[in-house]
C-alpha cells in the first residue's frame, strides 16, 4: 500500500522565520495531496492541497510545492506566528478502486517561539 | 453548520470490555472513515466506508469492527478491548463524486483501555 514519511517529526522556529516540512510518498499513481493542521485539542483541518496537475499553490502565507518525478511535496509557511504552532499533517491519496482514500504522514510538531 | 460529532468524547474501560464509538454526520456525505491518533505514528485507517453498503478495512483493523446504519452514521466497536487500543480515534467524511477531495474531521474520542 501506500507510504507517506513526512520530515522532520519537530520543527522549531522565531516568529516571523519561514517554516519547511517535506513528504514523499511511494504510490505512483496518487493524484491528491492535502496539508492538514491540527491545534492542541482540535480536530485535524484542511489547510490546502494540490493536485499533480499543479506544480505549486499559494494561500496567503501558506504554499504547497509538488514534484511528481521525485515523489515529493512540501508545506511552506512564510512570516510565521505564534498561532501557526500546532501538528501538521501531510496525505496523499489512494490510486484503483480505493481511490480517495487518504495515507497521513506522521506528522510534524511546529512550535513558533515569539 | 452542517457537522461531525462523535460520542462519547472520553471513555475509560477495563481490558476485555465491548465498546462502541459512535459517529454522526449532517453533511449528507457518502463517505466516512474512522482513524486512530497516536503521538509520532500520525493518523491510521482502521476502516472506510464509501456507502452505506461499502465497508473497507484500512491499515490496522485487527481487533476492530464497523457497521453503517445509514449514510450518516457509522459506528466503530472494539470487540475486546486491551491497552494498547488506548488512542484518540477520529471519524472523518468526505464527498467524492469525482475524485479525491477534503475530510472533515469530527471532534474525537479519546479512549483509555485500562
Known amino acids: 500500500g501506500e507510504n507517506v514519511e513526512q520530515h522532520p517529526s519537530t520543527l522549531s522556529v522565531q516568529e516571523r522565520d519561514s517554516a519547511v516540512i517535506k513528504c514523499t510518498y511511494s504510490?505512483?499513481?496518487?493524484?491528491?495531496f492535502p496539508w492538514y493542521k491540527q491545534e492542541l485539542g482540535k480536530r485535524p483541518q484542511l489547510i490546502i492541497d494540490?493536485?499533480?496537475?499543479?506544480g505549486e499553490k499559494k494561500d496567503q502565507r501558506i504554499a504547497v510545492t509538488l514534484n511528481k518525478t521525485a515523489k515529493h511535496f512540501s508545506l511552506h509557511i512564510t512570516e510565521t506566528q505564534p498561532e501557526d504552532s500546532a501538528v501538521y499533517f501531510c496525505?496523499?491519496?489512494?490510486?484503483?478502486?480505493?481511490?480517495?482514500?487518504?495515507?497521513f504522514g506522521q506528522g510534524t510538531i511546529l512550535t513558533v517561539h515569539p | 453548520d452542517a457537522d461531525v460529532t462523535q460520542t462519547p468524547r472520553n471513555r475509560i474501560t477495563k481490558t476485555g470490555k465491548r465498546i462502541m464509538l459512535e459517529c454522526s454526520q449532517t453533511?449528507?456525505?457518502?463517505?466516512m472513515y474512522w482513524y486512530r491518533q497516536d503521538p509520532g505514528l500520525g493518523l491510521r485507517l482502521i476502516y472506510y466506508?464509501?456507502?452505506?453498503?461499502?465497508?473497507n478495512k484500512g491499515e490496522i483493523s485487527d481487533g476492530y469492527s464497523v457497521s453503517r446504519q445509514a449514510q450518516a452514521k457509522f459506528s466503530l466497536s472494539l470487540e475486546s478491548a486491551i491497552p494498547n487500543q488506548t488512542a484518540l480515534y477520529f471519524c472523518?467524511?468526505?464527498?467524492?463524486?469525482?475524485?479525491?477531495?477534503?475530510?472533515?474531521f469530527g471532534p474525537g474520542t479519546r479512549l483509555t483501555v485500562l
Open positions: 472523518a467524511t468526505s464527498d467524492l463524486p469525482l475524485g479525491a477531495g477534503e475530510q472533515f
Open positions: 504510490d505512483s499513481a496518487s493524484n491528491y
Open positions: 494540490i493536485r499533480s496537475n499543479v
Open positions: 496525505a496523499s491519496n489512494a490510486g484503483g478502486t480505493s481511490y480517495g482514500k487518504l495515507t
Open positions: 453533511k449528507g456525505h457518502d463517505r
Open positions: 466506508s464509501f456507502d452505506v453498503k461499502d465497508i
